[in-house]
């Protein structure tokens, strides 16, 4: 079995910055994609920002130039710095990966945390 611990989410005032981290631990092999998601009330979960194995990156287009995207695979963890933060960014922000155990790949969500960005 494997789990994704999320940390780092809070309150900030507009412009303000936060940094979410996800540590991956258990039976991983090997990890692929790894990324961040968000969803706001009454809204569909969307996708903030991944980081593939190969190095790749991409952003939604509502957070490029403000979030940056990383990963140290040597602690199986993938962070998102997000600087400049706007009320419209206020959503639970959910850690994802792509997780081999040798035999299998699976796919993996954390469980969530809140960042509320208001004055």
């Known amino acids: 079995q494997v789990q994704l611990v999320e940390s780092g989410g809070g309150l900030v005032q507009p412009g303000g910055s936060l940094r979410l981290s996800c540590a991956a631990s258990?039976?991983?092999?090997?990890?692929?994609?790894m990324g961040w998601y968000r969803q706001a009330p009454g809204k569909q979960r969307e996708l903030v920002a991944v980081f593939t194995s190969g190095g790749t990156t991409n952003y939604a287009d509502s957070v490029k130039g403000r979030f940056t995207i990383s990963r140290d695979n040597a602690k199986n963890t993938v962070l998102l710095q997000m600087d400049s933060l706007k009320p419209e960014d206020t959503a639970v922000y959910y850690c994802k990966a792509h997780v081999g155990d040798g035999q299998y790949v699976r796919q993996y969500w954390g469980q969530g945390t809140q960042v509320t960005v208001s004055s």
């Open positions: 258990g039976s991983i092999v090997n990890i692929g994609t």
